[in-house]
């Protein structure tokens, strides 16, 4: 068999790495883009840190990279808050919607389920560029007169709306639509091309009870993005139409700059509900591609099948459904009804069942198992540990009597960091060190993985859970500083150490990103299936090949989770201790977990 | 044994004849919740007490009807070309396309309509109430517009004898669109009617 | 200077960490392993660290309940937030155990299990007792959490039947302030809106309204009587606003265009909850808690909590919107 072999090898740089329709190329270039937005919004998460922690303080860094933002090395109020939305902005949407779902789904999908390529390689540039233009607007946005956006990651109108409210509301807040409107266009086209993939172009054999989780999950995902994405795009639009053109959508009985505006008849409740219509299953768009990711990275570094494979997947289809019924705990002191209040409770509430199956199935995945760690399984059992620690608190920011009390307080801040932010990051990262070989063919280096490991943890909790108490203690949130009030006087040192554990955090990534870039360069070479892997894309080259497989794409003869399994002398099937997706089945032999 | 290159044009032919339709439906789900959310908008803003009851515009019972009979000849070209009676289909082809214009032409009359009863897209006059008459018809003619290219696509191909009774997959694409702007606007025809 | 001196800085730590990488994979790739390959020594290490990170992580947050526990909101100062407090403590009695056992079991399971080349682990693929026991246990327990929480919450909903004596008190937020009208004797706040704002009248209320005329505007600080239901009703002029009153685990958002609702019924003094916090300085406050523009961070009022008849004289000294 002649090795795969194209009439024209030599491709042009151009259509090799810039307008790349292999999904491999792809996936390293939403990578690429995700952590350099990501290290932008983490940069602005640790300035505004400093303004918390030692507010009023003069920093020389802040006037270095702030520039008009800041007077005399503090930055400015409302700037603050510019960098607060843009942090937030940044964060979801750039960093773990796109970064995290394009990067993943993108190698993962074709790779696993046995596929040459996405349905549409076209459409799956497009969605790359749509992502890189985008982001470049969103930048360019922090530049223009005014500031950027500033009226906090959820826009709410009238704030938005009116450049008489805050400067960032004008050229800013125009610009973040646009990049946001381009952005959701990326990715319906990404969710399009990974749901059609999934259910059309798998191989043989690959049912959808031998799908690794990792794909059940980047499925779910993008079915929760097709249906949630076009409604924020239809709150955007309503928003631009009131900011351009004069319509009162959102906008009624407002007196401002000593003026009443002609608007009138609409509310802002209006656009909280479609916002939220989004914004809660984004939580989810978030967070299951990183249980996707850890349960197959758990269950190949424990070298045991992941325990209840199917509740796993019904979990997971349980929290995409529920994730569209309960927006309305984003609302509860709107005015909302009572009642409809108490139903979005008991919506709420509900998701911890499957969450809470999900956590159980993962501790019991470890138990009696073989665990080697790796730098991704590190973060794997962390991912474990925030979602546990950061959706517990979930249950009494759920239940409308407690949230009136904590909502849009520190509280907030610490469980959705926690939760979402360290769960979609963990997840991410572990992914990043996992696939590290597919990716560039190359190993990171597992010192410094481990110390990355190590300080991100710990400083993370170190951030997050203090701020547990800030919202206790009644702070809110989106404040430049709490040292108006005297009712806050004694919480500085919190927010003091707070600050110096997100300056540990921002060098601990440092470490990170010099691993990345020496090993994608200079790492060692990696050996086709590092990790005794099962799923498919253990079985292609090292190299990278357009088409994937250099024949025949591989049949696929069971479950990817056949670690450790023993035949009836207690010996290893195949003398290893993992049976790949290509092996068949044995002479009676079960699949999917029986024995 | 032979090789499969991602290259060879046979093998891109079958994972668009296998992918192509799939990949609309979902498109179409997504333009779906789309207007989904703007018709919930136009449900929770209605409960607002300075909401005004309007009459839907007299043009928009003849865009009904132009559309209605888009979608019929749309289907019959298809059914011609299926029979290899290529130059009917060719006709309704354009027959269709004329069609959508026309449509389009009544949109802008029908606002005309709403406009000189006073009721206005936006500023001071204006109610969230107009407002969401011309945005949700507006958006739709935005969507019919991608038709419009698809039918001027299948238009051309079809005057250049590209289509035969085995190679319609072109054709039916844009016909599955095209029906779907029509159920879009007779949903949205209804909606503005009654509920709004 | 300061720049070029930490680029160069920068540029030689970078260095250096590429030469001792570099001689790390030399030495590895001498003694016949991979950089990258796992041994049972490395594993337990990290193994080890997991459960030193446990009991710090347990240790950091009982450190953080015994040093700032006592920094935390004190007592609710209001009726209906007793039964919140007590339904958040019977939360936190019910996710603190849980966080503690599954992070145990989480940490020593992966102590434990770390690898070993002798050891074959089991293959345990499901079961369905176990996952129908811990779908069933969650379940009950968020019943209960569902049923006492739903319970609190159409009690603090439910609006003050107008028969009951009551304060009308009506807030509106602005940027950046916040301003507040009794309803005066008549018991009805008088017509408002933002078209009737001009000089002095900044709240905008309707002049020709007979129901405005004995209303009474505060300013800087309004009082409530103790032990007496008040009815908030909240309006905005501007941008949404949130009226946040934590110490009586009150917050209801303040939207243009639309008049919202909260009541509650203090049932402690400014003076009692001076003395209760040994704080001199103590003061029960309103703030804003949804971004609302550049001074979000400082849009304040206080509030005095009062013997009834305190309350009655010292409104008796406002001044009626009428008498100007
Ligand atoms: C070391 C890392 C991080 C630090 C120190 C940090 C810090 C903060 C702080 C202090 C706030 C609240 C600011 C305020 O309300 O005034 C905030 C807001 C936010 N952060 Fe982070 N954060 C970090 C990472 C992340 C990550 C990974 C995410 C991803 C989900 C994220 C998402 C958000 C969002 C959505 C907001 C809300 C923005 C808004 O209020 O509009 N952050 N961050
Ligand atoms: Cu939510
Ligand atoms: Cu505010």
Redesign the pocket.
């Known amino acids: 068999m002649s090795a795969h072999q194209h009439p024209h090898e030599e491709q042009d740089f151009l259509f090799k790495y810039v307008f790349s329709q292999d999904h491999k190329m792809i996936s390293k270039q939403f990578l690429i883009t995700g952590f350099i937005m990501?290290f932008i919004?983490?940069s602005m998460?640790?300035l505004?840190?400093l303004q918390?922690g030692f507010p009023g303080e003069s920093f020389w860094i802040i006037d270095f990279l702030l520039g008009s933002w800041a007077e005399n090395g503090v930055m400015l109020p409302d700037k603050?808050?510019a960098l607060?939305?843009m942090?937030?902005?940044i964060?979801?949407f750039f960093?773990?919607t796109a970064g995290l779902s394009g990067t993943f789904s993108n190698l993962l999908i074709p790779l696993q389920i046995g596929a040459r390529d996405m349905a549409s390689g076209f459409l799956n540039m497009l969605s790359y560029w749509f992502f890189f233009v985008s982001s470049v607007i969103m930048l360019i946005s922090l530049g223009v007169e005014g500031g950027a956006a500033s009226a906090?990651?959820?826009i709410y109108p009238p704030l938005s709306a009116l450049p008489q409210a805050i400067p960032g509301s004008g050229l800013g807040m125009t610009l973040w639509l646009v990049a946001m409107a381009i952005f959701i266009a990326s990715s319906l086209l990404g969710s399009l091309n990974y749901i059609v993939t999934i259910l059309n172009l798998r191989t043989k054999g690959m049912t959808m009870t031998r799908l690794p989780l990792t794909i059940w999950s980047f499925l779910i995902t993008a079915i929760v993005g097709v249906i949630s994405f076009p409604v924020l795009l239809a709150a955007a639009l309503l928003l631009v139409f009131d900011r351009s053109f004069g319509t009162s959508f959102y906008l009624s009985d407002i007196y401002i700059g000593g003026q009443v505006l002609e608007h009138s008849g609409g509310s802002p409740i209006l656009f909280e509900h479609l916002f939220w219509f989004l914004g809660h299953p984004e939580v989810y768009i978030?967070l299951l591609p990183a249980l996707g990711i850890t349960s197959e990275i758990v269950s190949t570094m424990s070298r045991k099948p992941i325990f209840g494979y199917r509740a796993m997947i019904t979990s997971m289809l349980a929290i995409g459904f529920l994730s569209a019924i309960v927006w309305g705990h984003h609302m509860f002191v709107t005015g909302m009804n009572p009642f409809l209040g108490a139903v979005f409770t008991f919506t709420t509430l509900l998701i911890a069942i499957p969450s809470a199956v999900k956590v159980f199935n993962y501790i019991t995945t470890l138990w009696k198992g073989n665990i080697k760690f790796s730098p991704a399984m590190l973060f794997s059992i962390g991912l474990v540990s925030t979602f546990i620690s950061g959706g517990l608190t979930g249950l009494i920011l759920g239940d409308s009597a407690l949230d009136i009390n904590v909502h849009d307080t520190?509280f907030v801040?610490g469980h959705?960091?926690i939760v979402?932010?360290?769960s979609?990051?963990f997840g991410m990262i572990a992914g990043v060190y996992h696939w590290f070989p597919k990716i560039f063919g190359r190993m990171l280096n597992n010192n410094l993985g481990n110390a990355h490991f190590w300080i991100t943890i710990v400083?993370?909790y170190g951030?997050?859970f203090p701020?547990h108490f800030l919202g206790l203690a009644g702070v809110p949130?989106?404040?430049?500083t709490n040292s108006e009030f005297p009712l806050f006087e004694n919480l500085l040192d919190i927010n003091t150490l707070?600050t110096w554990?997100?300056i540990l955090?921002?060098a601990g990534q440092l470490i990170f990103f010099f691993n990345f870039v020496y090993s994608a360069l200079r790492g060692p070479k990696a050996p086709q299936n590092p990790w005794k892997g099962n799923s498919l894309e253990w079985t292609t080259g090292v190299k990278h090949i357009h088409g994937n497989w250099p024949g025949e794409i591989p049949t696929v003869h069971r479950w990817p989770y056949d670690y450790s399994k023993l035949n009836e002398n207690g010996d290893y099937v195949t003398g290893e201790d993992f049976i790949p997706q290509i092996v068949p089945l044995g002479e009676g032999e079960l699949d999917g977990g029986g024995h | 044994m032979t090789t499969i290159s991602l290259d060879n044009i046979k093998y891109k032919a079958e994972i668009r004849q296998k992918t192509a339709k799939p990949l609309l439906w979902i498109g179409l789900i997504s333009i779906v919740m789309f207007f989904a959310g703007l018709t919930s908008a136009l449900i929770v803003s209605k409960s607002n007490s300075i909401w005004i009851k309007l009459e839907v515009p007299s043009m928009f019972f003849i865009s009904t009807i132009l559309i209605l009979f888009s979608s019929l000849t749309y289907q019959l070209s298809m059914s011609f070309t299926k029979n290899n009676q290529l130059k009917f289909a060719t006709i309704t082809t354009i027959l269709t396309f004329v069609l959508g214009i026309s449509f389009t032409v009544t949109q802008f009359y029908a606002w005309q309509q709403l406009y000189q009863s006073g009721i206005f897209w936006a500023g001071e006059q204006s109610n969230p109430s107009g407002s969401y008459f011309y945005a949700l018809t507006a958006l739709h003619l935005l969507h019919l517009f991608a038709g419009l290219i698809s039918l001027l696509v299948v238009v051309t191909k079809s005057l250049l004898k590209k289509y035969s009774p085995t190679n319609v997959l072109g054709i039916q694409l844009s016909l599955t669109y095209w029906h779907f702007l029509t159920a879009l606007w007779v949903y949205l025809f209804f909606f503005l009617k009654f509920i709004a | 200077m300061i720049a070029l001196v930490a680029i160069v800085a920068v540029l030689l730590v970078i260095a250096t960490a590429v030469q001792i990488l570099k001689i790390a994979e030399l030495r590895a790739t001498e003694s016949g392993k991979e950089i990258y390959e796992i041994s049972a020594k490395q594993s337990k290490a990290q193994a080890f660290l997991l459960m030193v990170f446990l009991v710090a992580y347990f240790g950091f947050f009982a450190w953080q309940v015994w040093k700032w526990g006592g920094l935390m909101l004190p007592v609710s100062a209001s009726e209906h937030g007793v039964g919140v407090d007590e339904l958040m403590n019977i939360t936190l009695w019910f996710i603190i155990p849980v966080f503690i056992i599954t992070h145990i079991f989480l940490f020593w399971f992966s102590y434990k299990y770390s690898f070993s080349e002798t050891r074959k682990a089991l293959f345990f693929s499901h079961s369905n007792k176990l996952e129908m026991f811990w779908t069933i246990i969650p379940s009950v327990a968020l019943t209960v959490l569902i049923l006492v929480g739903l319970s609190n919450w159409n009690k603090i909903m439910t609006p003050i039947s107008s028969e009951t004596e009551h304060v009308l008190l009506e807030v509106c937020g602005q940027q950046f302030m916040w301003g507040a009208r009794y309803a005066g004797k008549d018991g009805k706040l008088g017509r408002a809106s933002v078209e009737y704002i001009e000089g002095v009248n900044a709240l905008g209320i309707d002049v020709s309204d007979e129901n405005s005329k004995d209303d009474k505007i505060v300013k800087g600080e309004f009082h409530l009587p103790v032990g007496v239901p008040v009815q908030f009703v909240f309006r905005s002029q501007d941008v949404l606003h949130s009226a946040y009153m934590p110490h009586f685990r009150a917050q209801m958002n303040c939207v243009p265009g639309l008049k919202t609702q909260f009541n509650f019924t203090p049932t402690i003094t400014t003076a009692e909850m001076k003395e209760k916090t040994q704080n001199e300085n103590f003061e029960y406050i309103l703030l804003c808690n949804k971004?609302c523009g550049a001074a979000h961070y400082n849009m304040q009022m206080n509030i005095v909590v009062e013997s009834k008849e305190d309350y009655e004289k010292w409104l008796a000294e406002q001044k009626e919107f009428g008498a100007e």
Do not use: D
């Not at chain 1, 949130?477 to 430049?480: A, F, L, T, V």
């Open positions: 990501g919004g983490l998460s640790t505004f840190r918390l603050y808050l607060v939305t942090h937030g902005t964060m979801v960093l773990l906090g990651w959820t978030v520190y801040v959705f960091h979402m932010g360290l979609g990051i400083s993370s951030i997050f701020m949130r989106r404040y430049y707070i554990f997100a955090a921002f | 971004i």
